[in-house]
């Protein structure tokens, strides 16, 4: 067995990623060890919880996820994943309520039915950094509705709600119906949900509107839009929120407007203007390659 | 809810150890996360191994141990709570194949059933750190046959074998017949295993011998000696080695002596001399208490 083993040393020297990456795992993790001289009792109620988390994990629950959530990870992957870049838009985390069988919408019509919450017209365009309209993009939105449940948390769901796919026009614009989304808690009935707890954290996210934009040629874009004023917009359970996502609902008070733009009952409506800006794929690879290099060029190189 | 919320806050402040803990956790994960820059694809890669560590996890399997072992964390837990002291012998991990209904044995008698391995005697004194004896100091000691096999690995085991329960004399002396400790592998057919494939590292131990000492008013000494010579006492895959703890097994080529020691065919047999040094509670108490001063002090105070 030492002979095979030694071979296979041999055969598959460790890629200086690899290398790299447990090298400074295990620094760190020895570090916190250390640092907080961890009791021999703390650390097996650690290695418990690890265990919890990983047996709550099933095909359609990812409690790990949600502890890299939680613990800020997932958003600090995300931010180095995709920088921010000149005037581009900030992505954000993706959330697990996307479905691939959103509708198409055509623009000015309605991603919510009829009753599932205050009216919200969206509309704005979708630019390249130097300004130019990207007619032709793929927007992808979903949101809650006024109970602060996505359509795939009913257990009744018959087609997707809440959620649409839209296309901008030649001059990059976009404009739909939807619904002022809720804050809603992320699940508290698991070992992250009690982990939450034990620190004295609520598990709330702030209400938001998911968005996802893909044209040819350049980067898709994974983010979000939190209406200000939310409760939760400084305390995120998941901390995806960014400050130039943060946007300004304005309240139209006219029943003419509204009845114009397809509410059915008229009275006010919301409205939310806002512009994307999407990087060109060398546009975002020359950005995350600039991190890289800069985090990881003395141990590399 | 916003309320409750705020008011179970209120109620329950957050232990300062909790919070120093989980700052200095979530800071080394930030740190590791930013220093490698790692991708969202490894994220995910890394999400998915800790899924399956968890989900590998049973009543009598404990892989999220094993890795803790693997990454040097359970040796670097068990060290910090177990600082070196004067000339008290060091700790090591305990391992996951002690049990509790090893037999009795007499000083002289056998911990190993005949034909279980090369011969070997076991003597040396149990003292405290004044050199005084300690008289009634139970030593539990278990270890593999010539196979590299613990008992408990036998689908056939009826009753313990290669593992004992003696008490030290009135001069702290112990004496027992075993056998020679064979190198074994972790196991390697989960996630763990495959980890240390990828890593090109073996999952091999050296072989040890398991020694549990317990006393009144002395601090429980849970410990191994590794023989030297053993191929991987310098790569041992859970980092149980202590320089320390590196013993010399003697040749002794006298058959009239291993008859007389009652080994049954005689011939030859290796001997291992060695005293243990206990810690009394309280030289233990002011030992890990002054790790945890040295490490937390600035933090907590």
Known sequence: MTEDKKAVKNAHPLPPRTQFIFHNLVTHLHKFVEETSVTTDEWMTAIQFLTRVGQTCTDIRQEFILLSDVLGVSALVDALNNPPTGNATESTVLGPFFTEDAAEVAIGDSIASEGKGEYLWVQGRVLDTKGNPISGTILETWETD??????????????PDCRGRLRTDQDGKFAYRAVVPVAYPIPGDGPVGHLLDKLGRHNMRPNHLHMMLEAPGYHKLVTS??????????????????????????????????????????????????????????????????????KTADALL
Chains 1, 2 share one sequence.
């Not at 006024?146 to 795939?152: A, K, L, M, P």
């Not at 409506?269 to 690879?285: G, N, P, Q, R, S």
Request: aromatic share 10%; glycine share 8%.
């Open 146 to 159: 006024e109970n602060g449940f996505y359509d795939t948390q009913y257990a009744s769901r018959e087609k």
């Open 225 to 294: 839009l939190y209406p200000e004023g939310d409760e939760y917009l400084n305390s995120d359970a998941v901390f995806g929120v960014k400050k130039s996502l943060v946007v300004k609902l304005k309240t139209v008070e006219s029943d003419a407007d509204a009845r114009a733009k397809g509410f059915a009952k008229g009275g006010s409506f919301k409205l939310l203007e806002h512009d994307f800006v999407l990087l060109t794929e060398e546009e975002a690879k020359a950005a995350r390659e600039a991190v890289l290099r800069e």
